[in-house]
C-alpha cells in the first residue's frame, strides 16, 4: 500500500476554466499575480509549500542569512486570491491528449497549463558527481552544506592529520558564473573575518579556496570588464582559479582536474549549469537540448493549451537561438506577457514575447560587486549597493526583506555572520541522492 493511497488533490469543480500551473518559482508566482482578477480558477502545484529567492541561496549556505529570510509560504502569498488553490504535489507526467496531469497523490484535469517548474542542476550524466559534491538549488542543499562545512571546522579542532586537515579546510567551487563567483567570495570573506574567531586553534593559512570553470573567463554572461574585475576581486581573497578547466574525477577525498592538478578536498559546491526539469508525457519534438520548445507566446510546440515560461521555456529565436538566458528576469517578464494575453478570448490579440534585458550583476563580498547595464558597466563599492537594493526588493516579503536587511546591516558592522548554527548534522551517506537528478 503506497502512502499516498488515502490523499487526493481535492480541487472543488467550478463553472470557470481551470488553469493549472506546475511551479512556485519567480514565473509561477507572476503568472498566478498577472490572472488574479481574470476568468479562472488557477490551481497551482509545488513540491514545497514556499517559494525560494534562489539569488540568495549562497548566503544560507555560508551562514549569512536564515532559510526564512529567503522563503516566503505560496499560501501566505496567495491567501487574498479567490478561486486560487494550492497543492504541495510533486508532478510526475502529464498527457496532453486527455488534458490531465499526473501527481503522487493523483492526477487532476486542466483546461489550461503553464509549465514553470524551473531547473535542476546539470551534472552532464556524471554520478560520482551527482551522489559527491554539493548542489546550490534548494533550500535544503543550502542548509546540508552550511551544516557540512562546520562540521569539518569541529573536526578539523580534533584531528593531528595534517592530511586530513588539509582535506577538511579546502573548498572547491566549480562554475564561474554568478552563484559560482559568489559563493567563491563569500567563503572567502568567512575565511578572512569570521571562522578565525570562531577557531582560533586553527590555522587558517591551510584553508584553500578553488574556483574551477570550463571556459576561458569567469561571469561568462557578463561584459569582459566585469569578468576581469571579478578575477581582481577573487584574488584579493587569495582564491585560487582555474580557467579552461574541468573536473574529471571526485572521489570523496580528492579532487582530480583535466589539467592534472589532484586536489585534497571533502567540499565540492556543484554551480557549473543547470538543465530544465522536463516533465514525462510531451512528445520529443517539444524538446530541444533540456528545454521545452516555444513559440512567441509561450505556447508549447506542437501541443494545444499548455505553455510554458522561465528556465524550462527554449523560446528559439534568430537573437537566442538556444533560448533566454536561465535567469529570474526572463520568467517574470515571460509570466507578466502570458498573464496579458490569456486574459483576451482571442488570440489575435495575442502580443508576441520581447525579452527586455535590464542587466546583470554579481557580487563577491563586502564592497565588491560588478553590474552590467544596457550601455556601461561599474563595480565596487557603488556596484555592491545596487547590487544590494535590487536583491532586497526582488525578495517576496516586506518581513523577508525586514530581516535580510537587518542581517546584512549587522554582518557589515560586526564582520560577523549570525547563524553558524549545525541545526541539521549532515552524514552523506552511500544511498544519499541529492533532489536533483541526472
Do not use: C
Request: charged letters at 20%.
Amino acid at each position: 500500500m503506497s502512502p499516498f493511497d488515502h490523499l487526493h488533490l481535492d480541487i472543488p469543480r467550478s463553472n470557470k476554466p481551470r488553469l493549472v500551473i506546475i511551479g512556485g518559482g519567480f514565473g509561477g508566482i507572476q503568472i498566478a499575480k498577472s490572472l488574479r482578477k481574470a476568468n479562472f480558477q488557477i490551481v497551482m502545484l509545488d513540491r514545497h509549500n514556499y517559494h525560494t529567492f534562489q539569488p540568495l541561496l549562497y548566503q544560507v549556505a555560508t551562514a549569512g542569512l536564515e532559510p526564512d529570510s529567503i522563503a516566503e509560504s505560496l499560501r501566505k502569498i496567495f491567501d487574498n486570491h479567490k478561486d486560487f488553490y494550492f497543492r504541495m504535489a510533486r508532478v510526475t507526467g502529464l498527457n496532453p491528449e486527455k488534458k490531465t496531469i499526473t501527481t503522487l497523490v493523483g492526477e487532476l484535469s486542466y483546461d489550461l497549463l503553464v509549465i514553470a517548474n524551473g531547473s535542476k542542476t546539470n551534472y552532464f550524466g556524471n554520478r560520482e558527481l551527482y551522489e559527491r559534491t554539493f548542489p546550490m538549488k534548494q533550500v535544503p542543499q543550502a542548509l546540508d552544506l552550511r551544516s557540512h562545512m562546520l562540521q569539518n571546522f569541529e573536526q578539523t579542532v580534533m584531528t593531528q592529520d595534517l592530511r586530513e586537515k588539509d582535506r577538511l579546510t579546502n573548498f572547491v567551487i566549480v562554475g564561474g558564473g554568478p552563484t559560482g563567483v559568489e559563493v567563491a567570495g563569500a567563503l572567502g570573506e568567512l575565511k578572512k573575518h569570521v571562522l578565525p574567531k570562531d577557531y582560533p586553534d586553527i590555522d587558517f593559512n591551510i584553508m584553500n579556496l578553488h574556483l574551477v570553470d570550463g571556459g576561458p573567463r569567469l561571469l561568462a554572461g557578463m561584459s569582459d570588464k566585469s569578468s576581469k574585475k571579478a578575477l581582481e576581486y577573487l584574488n584579493k581573497f587569495d582564491v585560487k582559479v582555474s580557467l579552461n578547466t574541468v573536473v574529471k574525477d571526485y572521489d570523496g577525498q580528492k579532487v582530480t582536474l583535466s589539467d592534472g592538478t589532484v586536489i585534497p578536498a571533502k567540499t565540492v559546491i556543484w554551480a557549473a549549469g543547470v538543465t530544465g526539469n522536463i516533465i514525462d508525457g510531451l512528445p520529443e519534438s517539444s524538446l530541444h537540448k533540456g528545454r521545452i520548445k516555444v513559440d512567441q507566446y509561450s505556447r508549447v510546440v506542437g501541443v494545444d493549451d499548455v505553455f510554458a515560461i522561465g528556465d524550462i521555456a527554449g523560446m528559439l529565436s534568430d537573437e537566442f537561438p538556444n533560448g533566454h538566458p536561465m535567469v529570474a528576469p526572463v520568467a517574470i517578464q515571460q509570466a507578466q506577457a502570458l498573464g496579458k494575453n490569456l486574459v483576451h478570448q482571442s488570440t489575435a490579440d495575442w502580443k508576441p514575447f520581447k525579452y527586455r534585458d535590464k542587466g546583470s550583476m554579481a557580487t563577491i563580498g563586502r564592497n565588491k560587486a560588478v553590474v552590467d547595464l544596457p550601455k556601461f558597466h561599474f563595480g565596487g563599492f557603488f556596484a555592491w549597493m545596487v547590487w544590494m537594493f535590487v536583491h532586497l526588493m526582488s525578495i517576496v516579503g516586506f518581513r523577508n526583506r525586514l530581516v535580510t536587511l537587518s542581517n546584512w546591516v549587522w554582518n557589515y558592522m560586526t564582520y560577523d555572520r549570525g547563524t553558524r548554527l549545525i541545526i541539521r548534522t549532515f552524514i552523506r551517506k552511500k544511498s544519499h541522492k541529492p533532489s536533483d537528478s541526472l
